[in-house]
C-alpha cells in the first residue's frame, strides 16, 4: 500500500512527490529534499583550507591527493553540503532497507592472503596511492522472499580486515550502496537467455566526503537456458574509464572459461603500480591453453581526459545540439540525459562535464539515478544527471531544465528547455567551436576527438575568461590576491561577449576557481595547465599574425 502523496516546498519551486513504498523510504526521501534546500551561495565565503578541500587545484596533474581524498574533473566535489549529505543518508538508507528486507548480509569468501614481504609492499603502495583498485565486487539479482530478484553482492575482492567498528560499518553500507548503481532498475529482474554486456561508470560520495569511481561491466554468463546478469563492479580512487574498460574485456574472457580465472588477474593487477600519464604496465596472467599473456595497460599524456570518451556524446548529438548543452551546462542549469543504455549516459555526461575545462562542475552530478531515487530530479539546486527511458515521464512533469532524449530514433533531442540556449554563447565564439569541430568526422578516433575536441572549446574559456590573472591584485609579494571583478568584465571589448561574462562570472565554478587563483602563491602564477595554454594560445595568435 502506498503512501499519501506529499507535496515539497522550496523556495524556488514547488512540486509534488511521487507515492513510496515505505516508511522508511518516506523519511529519507523527506531527510533528502531538506538537505537540498541549502544555500550554496554561502559556501562562496569560506576560507583557504576549505576551498582547497572542495576541488583539485589547476596545476599539472588531474588529481591532487588531499586530506580529503582524490578530486577527479568533471564530477560533484566533496564536500559540496547537498551532494554529500544525500550520499550519507544514501548509504545509510540503503543499508537500513537491505537489511530489512534480506534479514542478514550477504556471505563474501573470504580473499587471498599476502605473505609478509606481499604485504608490506601493498602498504607502501597503498601509502602512497598508487592501487589500481580498492574493491573488486560481484552483484547478481538473488530472489528474496517476497518473490522479487533484489541484487546483492556475492564476491568481494579483496575483503579487507582489522578494521574497527564504525570503520566496518561505513565499509558495508557503501557497498550495499553499489547494487544500487549496479542494478539501478531497481527489482524488476528475471533470469533471462540473452543479454548484451555493457560497461559504465558512476561516482560514490563517502561519509567523510572522499569520492570514489565506480566501473562496472554487466554481462550474461555462459551457460544454458534462462539465467540472471552478473555486474562485475570495480572501487577505485581513479578515474580512468578507457583503461578499466580494458580490464573488463580481460574479466570478461576469464569469466568465459571459469569465474575462477578472475581473481588471480585481479591480484597482479592490485599489486601492480598504477602508470603516470603516458606510461605503461604490463600485467602477467596466466590462461590455460594460451600460456602466460601480458597485458599491456597504458595512461594517456593528457590526464585530465582519460575518464572521457568523445565517441558516444558526438554520436548521440549534432555539433549544434552539443553546443546548446553546452551553453546550459556552462551557466550551471539543470539537466537530465535520456537514454535506455547505462554507458551512454555514463559516458555522455562525464563528456559534457569535461568541456568545461579548466573549470568544474561543482553541482550534483549522477551520471546513473538508481530507479529508488528518481525524487532527486526534484531538487531546485543545478544538477547534471542520467536517467533510463523508461522513467522519462517521471522527469518531464519538472519545470525550468533541459532535458536531452539521446535515445536512437528519437521524435526530437531537445523534450524541455528553457528556450534561450540557442542565444546564451556569444554568436561569433560560437561559430568559431563550430568552425573546429568540423575537423573530426564520424570515423574519427578516440585520439582524434581527444585533440580536436578539447582544441575547439578551451580557446573559448581563453577569450572569455583569460585574462583573470591581470585582474588579480596583491599588496605583496605573499598576500592573497584580490579579484577586480568589475573590471574584469569592463576590459571585454565586444559587447555580446561581456553580456555572457557577466553571467559566468556569477557561478559557483567561475567563483570557485578564481578563489584558488586569489590564493596561489604568487610564485605559482602562470604555472598552472590552464596557463601554459593561455600563454600557447596567445603565441599562436602572434605566429599567425604574423604570417598575414
Excluded at 605473505?115 to 574493491?135: C, L, M, T
Excluded at 528518481?374 to 543545478?382: E, L, N, Y
Aim: net charge positive; charged share 30%; proline share 5%.
Amino acid at each position: 500500500m502506498t503512501s499519501p502523496r506529499k507535496t515539497w516546498m522550496f523556495s524556488s519551486m514547488r512540486s509534488k512527490s511521487r507515492p513510496s513504498g515505505s516508511e522508511e523510504e518516506n523519511y529519507f526521501r523527506r531527510r533528502l529534499f531538506s538537505s537540498f534546500r541549502s544555500d550554496r551561495r554561502e559556501q562562496r565565503s569560506q576560507g583557504l583550507e576549505d576551498d582547497i578541500d572542495k576541488r583539485r587545484t589547476l596545476s599539472d596533474g588531474d588529481q591532487v591527493e588531499t586530506n580529503k581524498g582524490v578530486f577527479l574533473p568533471g564530477e560533484e566535489q566533496p564536500d559540496m553540503g547537498a551532494m554529500k549529505r544525500f550520499s550519507t543518508l544514501f548509504s545509510s538508507f540503503r543499508g537500513k532497507i537491505s537489511k530489512d528486507r534480506t534479514g542478514k548480509e550477504p556471505e563474501l569468501p573470504a580473499s587471498t592472503e599476502l605473505s609478509p614481504v606481499e604485504e608490506k609492499a601493498k602498504e607502501q603502495r597503498y601509502a602512497s596511492g598508487q592501487f589500481f583498485f580498492e574493491y573488486l565486487v560481484v552483484v547478481r539479482p538473488k530472489k528474496t522472499k517476497d518473490g522479487i530478484y533484489e541484487p546483492q553482492i556475492i564476491y568481494q575482492f579483496p575483503k579487507k580486515d582489522g578494521m574497527v567498528r564504525f570503520q566496518k560499518e561505513e565499509e558495508e553500507k557503501t557497498l550495499k550502496a553499489l547494487t544500487l548503481f549496479c542494478f539501478p532498475e531497481g527489482v524488476n529482474w528475471a533470469p533471462l537467455t540473452e543479454y548484451p554486456s555493457e560497461t559504465f561508470s558512476f561516482v560514490l560520495t563517502d561519509v567523510d566526503g572522499t569520492r570514489k569511481n565506480g566501473y562496472c561491466r554487466r554481462l550474461l554468463p555462459d551457460g544454458k537456458g534462462a539465467r540472471l546478469p552478473e555486474a562485475y563492479c570495480i572501487i577505485s580512487n581513479l578515474a580512468c574509464f578507457g583503461l578499466f574498460s580494458k580490464i573488463f574485456d580481460e574479466v570478461e574472457k576469464r569469466r568465459k572459461i571459469s569465474m575462477a580465472m578472475i581473481y588471480p588477474f585481479m591480484q597482479s593487477l592490485r599489486e601492480s603500480p598504477f602508470p603516470a600519464p603516458g606510461n605503461t604496465v604490463n600485467i602477467k596472467s596466466f590462461i590455460p591453453e594460451r600460456g602466460t599473456e601480458i597485458i599491456s595497460l597504458t595512461r594517456p599524456t593528457d590526464s585530465w581526459l582519460e575518464h572521457v570518451d568523445f565517441r558516444t556524446l558526438f554520436k548521440c548529438l549534432s555539433d549544434e545540439e552539443v553546443l546548446q548543452v553546452f551553453a546550459a551546462i556552462v551557466l550551471e542549469r539543470r539537466i537530465v540525459f535520456i537514454a535506455e543504455e547505462l554507458g551512454t549516459l555514463s559516458q555522455v555526461i562525464h563528456a559534457v562535464a569535461v568541456l568545461l575545462y579548466p573549470f568544474i562542475w561543482q553541482h550534483t552530478l549522477i551520471s546513473i539515478v538508481p530507479e529508488i531515487l528518481i525524487d532527486v530530479v526534484m531538487a531546485p539546486t543545478p544538477y547534471l544527471l542520467g536517467v533510463q527511458k523508461k522513467l522519462a515521464d517521471q522527469v518531464t512533469d519538472q519545470t525550468e531544465l533541459l532535458v536531452v532524449d539521446l535515445s536512437e530514433g528519437r521524435k526530437e533531442t531537445f523534450i524541455k528547455c528553457m528556450g534561450d540556449e540557442d542565444t546564451i554563447l556569444p554568436h561569433k565564439l560560437k561559430d568559431e567551436i563550430k568552425q573546429a569541430l568540423s575537423a573530426k568526422n564520424e570515423n574519427s578516433s578516440l585520439e582524434d576527438l581527444n585533440q580536436v575536441v578539447p582544441e575547439a572549446f578551451l580557446p573559448f574559456f581563453i577569450k572569455t575568461a583569460g585574462h583573470f590573472a591581470k585582474y588579480i591584485v596583491r599588496n605583496g609579494k605573499d598576500q592573497r590576491g584580490e579579484f577586480q571583478r568589475t573590471n574584469f568584465c569592463k576590459s571585454i571589448e565586444s559587447k555580446s561577449t561581456r553580456r555572457f561574462v557577466k553571467k559566468f562570472v556569477q557561478t559557483q565554478m567561475f567563483d570557485l576557481f578564481i578563489q584558488e587563483m586569489e590564493q596561489r602563491p604568487a610564485s605559482q602564477d602562470g604555472t598552472g595547465l590552464f596557463d601554459r595554454k593561455i600563454a600557447e594560445y596567445h603565441k599562436k595568435m602572434r605566429e599567425k599574425a604574423k604570417k598575414h
